[in-house]
């Protein structure tokens, strides 16, 4: 069956940098699109970037633009988000998520505080 595992979330300092990781199993992942959500403590999930099956298309929320890179590694089933210039706003649990499914896994909490 279709596993996400979200793993990189801590606690940083707004300014500060963090990877996260999505462990994919369970389906072709180097055939479908992937994406990243997140959702703030008291607001709906949103999209914050997506990334095509072969990694050469991506796109952001505009509240991420140009702090924040997804990427994928299609031989280790693997998805990336670098996230840098982090602010308190992008406190919230990450996400991934593939377009072979509806199905999420248990996200990794990112909290930007000093």
């Known amino acids: 069956q279709v596993q996400l595992v979200e793993s990189g979330g801590e606690l940083v300092q707004p300014g500060g940098s963090l990877t996260l990781s999505c462990a994919t199993s369970g389906f072709t992942f180097k055939n479908y699109y992937m994406s990243w959500y997140r959702q703030a403590p008291g607001k709906e999930r949103e999209l914050a970037a997506g990334?095509?099956?072969?990694?050469?298309?991506?796109k952001y929320v505009d509240s991420v633009k140009g702090r924040f890179t997804i990427s994928r590694d299609n031989a280790k089933n693997m998805l990336y988000l670098q996230m840098n210039s982090l602010k308190p706003e992008d406190t919230a649990v990450y996400y991934c998520?593939?377009?072979?499914?509806?199905?999420w896994g248990q996200g990794t909490q990112v909290t930007v505080s000093s």
């Open positions: 990334i095509s099956p072969g990694g050469g298309s991506t």
């Open positions: 998520k593939s377009t072979y499914a509806d199905y």
